[in-house]
Structure formats: structure tokens, C-alpha cells
């Protein structure tokens, strides 16, 4: 599964809507909760993919794009609604762009931060995922 689109249960209200993250809304326990904020017209984030860690990605205000790759296939997610996250896997690739004025990045990961579970190099990537995706050949 390259991504999947989660659906944030909310609560319409006309005095503001409420969304609510719980215990059965992220196929995960949520060990770190990170946004990124304030990114600069033309910069962009991510760049790297996890070996074990799974994150939920939510734009809690504006919008950006997602950019998930594997070493066959390549999908552009455009996020722009507070109540739906981008449930990216562990082994996906992913870069963070685009990124609209006011744009705010909600993630929440699988796990705490741990620099060995990161992979940085998408060449370096592109091995693993083919070394990982080998059978067995006994």
C-alpha cells in the first residue's frame, strides 16, 4: 500500500466544526505528534522514507502537496482539508511541497524520533526497497 486516505470523524457545529483524533481513528499508537509551520514559498520538506515508523499527515490549515514514491511508482496527494489525513507506511518515500501561505502540517507517527529508522537518500532507498521486496531465493 503505497497510501491511504483516513477520513477524521468531526462534529458540525455553527459556532466551528471539531475534528477528533482517537484511538481508533490511526491504524497506530501515536507516539509523537510534530506540525511543521511557517515554511518558506518554495521550500520543501520530507525527503526521506521510514524503515519501521508510519505517520499520519494532516493539513490542519492551507495546503501542500505529497509527493509518495517507491522505486516503481510515483503519486502526488494534494492536502488541503483538516479532516482527512494521509496515512503514509512504513518503506514509502515521501517529499512535502508546495506548500500554500499560513500552511500547517500536523503528523502523527508511529514512533519517536530515531534518525536509524530514516532513510535520507533515495538512491540508497531505491536498494533497500529492492533488497527488502526480493524473495527468498533457497
Not at 491504524?27 to 511543521?36: A, E, G, K, T
Not at 538512491?123 to 527468498?136: Q, S
Amino acid at each position: 500500500m503505497l497510501y491511504q486516505l483516513i477520513e477524521i470523524p468531526k462534529i458540525k457545529d455553527p459556532r466551528g466544526n471539531l475534528a477528533v483524533v482517537e484511538k481508533n481513528t490511526v491504524p497506530f499508537s501515536i507516539d509523537r505528534v510534530y506540525y511543521l509551520f511557517d515554511v518558506p514559498t518554495g521550500a520543501s520538506r520530507g525527503g526521506h522514507a521510514h524503515i519501521a515508523q508510519s505517520e499520519m499527515l494532516v493539513a490542519l490549515s492551507g495546503s501542500f502537496e505529497v509527493v509518495l514514491k517507491t522505486p516503481s511508482e510515483t503519486k502526488t496527494i494534494h492536502l488541503n482539508r483538516p479532516d482527512i489525513g494521509l496515512l503514509i507506511p512504513n518503506g514509502v518515500w515521501r517529499e512535502l511541497e508546495n506548500f500554500s501561505s499560513g500552511a500547517v502540517c500536523l503528523v502523527l507517527a508511529s514512533a519517536v524520533f530515531d534518525e536509524s529508522d530514516y532513510i535520507r537518500d533515495f538512491e540508497a532507498y531505491c536498494l533497500f526497497k529492492n533488497t527488502v521486496a526480493k524473495p527468498d531465493s533457497r
